[in-house]
């Protein structure tokens, strides 16, 4: 294998490409051949347009090809952030999930206290009723209210409703 690197931009002097003097901005592939090119040395780079160009001229892939394998370094970073935009709607409607489920257990809770009230209430009314009972009872223990008809103090009626 080679030991050929694509670096961004060429660094060392001449700091372009060997064959036509481009590639000042990069990319490039840094051969990591040096030439005693000037006092501080050298490096051997290659630029993109002379690369391809090479590979087209050897046959060793066709130039539309070629174009399609370029565009496909930027194809795959425009999927890879639609991937990661999914990723973060995904996530986003996890919360949203999350935060309906613990409402909804909230609600559930407030639910249990409301019919918990209900029922003391419920057992409150009972014995209230209970002691009216008891009170009511005991004021007129045989014949029920003394609402009913007629002074409950002329005990003369008594006997006449005890026999209807
Ligand atoms: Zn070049």
Request: hydrophobic share 40%; aromatic share 4%.
């Amino acid at each position: 294998m080679s030991d050929w690197l694509q670096i961004d931009r060429p660094i060392l002097p001449p700091a372009s490409c060997i064959l036509c003097g481009g590639g000042i901005g990069g990319p490039v592939i840094d051969t990591r051949r040096d030439i005693p090119l000037l006092p501080d040395g050298g490096r051997v780079y290659a630029c993109r347009t002379c690369m391809k160009l090479g590979a087209v001229l050897f046959g060793f892939a066709p130039g539309e090809a070629l174009d399609e394998l370029h565009e496909a370094g930027a194809l795959l970073e425009a999927v890879q952030a639609q991937i990661e935009e999914h990723r973060e709607l995904h996530a986003q409607s996890e919360a949203a999930i999350a935060e309906l489920l613990a409402s909804l257990k909230e609600r559930d809770e407030e639910l249990e206290l409301a019919h918990g009230s209900v029922a003391q209430l419920q057992a409150a009314l009972n014995r209230v009723r209970e002691d009216t009972m008891a009170q009511l009872e005991a004021v007129a223990p045989v014949h029920g209210s003394p609402m009913e008809s007629g002074s409950p103090m002329e005990k003369d009626d008594y006997p006449t409703e005890e026999d209807a």
